[in-house]
């Protein structure tokens, strides 16, 4: 479970988080409670998932079915996941490469900057407007974390996975959903 360094080393919570993501899409996935504890509950969502995805069903999490849950789950945020406030993205072609200034990037930098605050793992950054090397190194660690493509460039689909991650890991903290 080496991508779960992101989520600040609580495999069993980040599971329970991707599991309760796919429940909202598949009926076949019984929701979680993300709590840190592998419970019957959290088994019963394992087996409806590997059930649902045609793996063993064990009710543990190997390898394949780990990938399986990750795969499944950036497949979901790709598709139908957007920013539910404010769409700060401009539109699904764009993309932010290194190098650019943009005042698109000071929304987006600031999402980075506090999730590089709560996840050592990340380095951090200035929210300046320009895809500064800091601002890539990050962007390139978050991509490869999140079993994307490590090129730096902001696209729509790399915005959403930020977007994602602050919405679960900072605005779900703020509103005391842990």
Not at 77 to 94: G, Q, T, Y
Request: aromatic share 12%; hydrophobic share 40%.
């Amino acid at each position: 479970m080496d991508r779960a360094i992101l989520y600040d080393n609580e495999p069993v919570r980040n599971l329970q988080h991707f599991l309760r993501y796919i429940s909202y899409y598949y009926e076949t996935v019984p929701a979680v409670i993300p709590d840190g504890h592998f419970s019957e509950q959290t088994r019963q969502s394992v087996m409806g998932f590997q059930s649902t995805f045609g793996l063993g069903v064990t009710g543990s999490v190997n390898l394949i079915t780990w990938n399986k849950i990750i795969e499944v789950y950036q497949e979901t945020v790709k598709h139908v996941s957007e920013a539910r406030f404010a769409r700060i993205f401009p539109c699904d072609m764009l993309e932010i490469i290194p190098g650019v200034t943009t005042n698109y990037l000071f929304a987006i930098q600031s999402m980075l900057y506090v999730l590089s605050q709560k996840f050592d793992n990340l380095g951090t950054l200035s929210i300046c407007g320009t895809h500064d090397n800091d601002s890539v190194d990050l962007v390139k660690k978050i991509q490869k974390l999140c079993g994307l493509e490590d090129n730096g460039i902001i696209d729509n689909i790399t915005f959403n996975m930020i977007a994602n991650l602050y919405e679960v890991f900072i605005s779900g903290y703020q509103m005391g959903i842990e």
